[in-house]
Structures are given as structure tokens and as C-alpha cells.
């Protein structure tokens, strides 16, 4: 169908059935997509609050860690809404947002490569997508950093850490992650991407690899971590 056939379909299609936002339930309005402009800007943003991986100092593997939003039930449903068909649009503001709010600029200065947590293939498959790759890709793109594809692979199929404690959750990701091309991460800065971080044990798993294969420094960013009772240091 040429495209102003569709869109000229698309208008007559809104005006009978409006759209209303997958959060609130408010009617749309121009340019807003899925979810208003009121709940995107509701999103609790995680500021320079510092976060303690539960991880001991001498192993841990990510140099800088930065969290964009706190992990409230307005972005859970929006982390939900990553699955399903028009995903992109979602994708597209989440990544858009991480690259207004969680880093400044001289941060990505030296960073070569923007790597999303892989998932196992099999996890792959079940679910149909990798969100944290969906917002990795817009973020890169906002920010003009590639993508490292196929840098890093999930080798091992991990249960879910949920119901895990920090210490078992560090032993089921224990060398999850393997390297695939060692001459692309040698000397180089890397960013991983991660969606919820809990105890950062993934994240740490896989900078874990990546530096043993000699990249320099590897950061890490979180699109959210669950609130923090009491703590409000910052770094
Ligand atoms: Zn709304």
C-alpha cells in the first residue's frame, strides 16, 4: 500500500477511533504514541544516587555504573509494552530518554562500543525479543556510538535470578558470557547496557569477560533499579 494511501487511512482511522495512552487511559494527541507525554515525563529519573552492586570490590568489573530510572510500576508497564508489535516506538523514546538523562557527554567521549547483556538464544526464541538490545540500538543511534554486534555471547542458559539470593545469583552467571571477537574488544571501551539491574551480578559477569579479553574499561548502564529504602549519597 504507498505510503500516503495508509496514511490517509491511518487519519480517517484516529478520528473515529482515537487512541488512548497504554498507561493513563487519556486520549492522545498529536505526535504521542502508545503513551503520553505526562507519563513519560512522570518516569522517577535515578539522578546521581550511587548504587551498591552487592559485588566485593576486587571482583568487580565495571568501572562506572549508572542508572536512568528508578524500576516503579509506570516502567514496568512500559518495559511490557516493549513486547509487543509496535515496540519500536517505545524502543525509540526509552532510548532517547537514557541518552538525555543517564550520562553526560564526556562519559561517552572515550566509550568505542555500546554492547546491550545478550540473551542465551534459547531465551531468544521463547521470548521474541531482547529488550535491552531494543533500547541499546536507539540509545547508540541518539548518541552517534555503534553498536558491538556479536561481541559478546550468552553461552550458558541461565535460570531466572529472580528468586535468587546475591550470592547464588553470582554463581548462575558465572561464565554465561564468552567473547566471540577478542580482536574488536582488545583496548577498547566498552558500554553494556542492562534493563533491571538488581545485584549487577549480570552486568558483572559479562564485563568480567570482556575485560579478561583485554577491553580497557567497561561501564555499564541500567535503564532502572528498584527503589532504595533510605539511601540518597550521592557520587
Ligand atoms: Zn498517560
Same mark, same amino acid.
Given at each position: 500500500?504507498?505510503?500516503?494511501?495508509?496514511?490517509?487511512?491511518?487519519?480517517?482511522?484516529?478520528?473515529?477511533?482515537?487512541?488512548?495512552?497504554?498507561?493513563?487511559?487519556?486520549?492522545?494527541?498529536?505526535?504521542?504514541?502508545?503513551?503520553?507525554?505526562?507519563?513519560?515525563?512522570?518516569?522517577? %529519573?535515578?539522578?546521581?544516587?550511587?548504587?551498591?552492586?552487592?559485588?566485593?570490590?576486587?571482583?568487580?568489573?565495571?568501572?562506572?555504573? %549508572?542508572?536512568?530510572?528508578?524500576?516503579?510500576?509506570?516502567?514496568?508497564?512500559?518495559?511490557?509494552?516493549?513486547?509487543?508489535? %509496535?515496540?519500536?516506538?517505545?524502543?525509540?523514546?526509552?532510548?532517547?530518554?537514557?541518552?538525555?538523562?543517564?550520562?553526560?557527554?564526556?562519559?561517552?567521549?572515550?566509550?568505542?562500543?555500546?554492547?546491550?547483556?545478550?540473551?542465551?538464544?534459547?531465551?531468544?526464541?521463547?521470548?521474541?525479543?531482547?529488550?535491552?538490545?531494543?533500547?541499546?540500538?536507539?540509545?547508540?543511534?541518539?548518541?552517534?556510538?555503534?553498536?558491538?554486534?556479536?561481541?559478546?555471547?550468552?553461552?550458558?542458559?541461565?535460570?531466572?535470578? =529472580?528468586?535468587?539470593?546475591?550470592?547464588?545469583?553470582?554463581?548462575?552467571?558465572?561464565?554465561?558470557?564468552?567473547?566471540?571477537?577478542?580482536?574488536?574488544?582488545?583496548?577498547?571501551?566498552?558500554?553494556?547496557?542492562?534493563?533491571?539491574? =538488581? =545485584?549487577?551480578? =549480570?552486568?558483572?559477569?559479562?564485563?568480567?569477560?570482556?575485560?579478561?579479553?583485554?577491553?580497557?574499561?567497561?561501564?555499564?548502564?541500567?535503564?532502572?533499579?528498584?527503589?532504595?529504602?533510605?539511601?540518597?549519597?550521592?557520587?
Amino acid at each position: 500500500m504507498p505510503n500516503t494511501f495508509h496514511n490517509f487511512f491511518h487519519t480517517i482511522f484516529s478520528l473515529i477511533y482515537p487512541s488512548y495512552c497504554n498507561l493513563c487511559g487519556d486520549e492522545l494527541h498529536d505526535g504521542e504514541k502508545l503513551v503520553c507525554r505526562g507519563c513519560w515525563s512522570g518516569l522517577k %529519573r535515578w539522578g546521581r544516587q550511587s548504587i551498591g552492586m552487592d559485588i566485593p570490590q576486587h571482583e568487580r568489573f565495571v568501572s562506572h555504573l %549508572r542508572v536512568a530510572f528508578e524500576f516503579d510500576e509506570r516502567l514496568q508497564q512500559i518495559i511490557h509494552l516493549l513486547k509487543y508489535d %509496535r515496540r519500536r516506538i517505545v524502543a525509540r523514546e526509552l532510548g532517547r530518554l537514557l541518552a538525555n538523562e543517564a550520562l553526560v557527554k564526556e562519559e561517552l567521549a572515550s566509550v568505542d562500543f555500546i554492547v546491550p547483556i545478550p540473551l542465551h538464544p534459547r531465551k531468544l526464541r521463547e521470548r521474541g525479543y531482547n529488550q535491552s538490545q531494543l533500547v541499546a540500538q536507539e540509545f547508540a543511534r541518539v548518541v552517534g556510538i555503534p553498536v558491538g554486534k556479536n561481541l559478546v555471547k550468552r553461552q550458558r542458559y541461565t535460570q531466572t535470578q =529472580t528468586q535468587l539470593s546475591a550470592e547464588e545469583r553470582k554463581v548462575n552467571v558465572d561464565g554465561a558470557f564468552r567473547v566471540m571477537l577478542k580482536d574488536k574488544v582488545k583496548g577498547k571501551s566498552i558500554l553494556l547496557v542492562d534493563d533491571v539491574l =538488581t =545485584t549487577g551480578a =549480570t552486568l558483572n559477569a559479562c564485563a568480567r569477560e570482556l575485560v579478561l579479553n583485554g577491553a580497557r574499561e567497561v561501564r555499564g548502564l541500567a535503564i532502572a533499579h528498584p527503589p532504595i529504602e533510605g539511601s540518597k549519597e550521592t557520587n
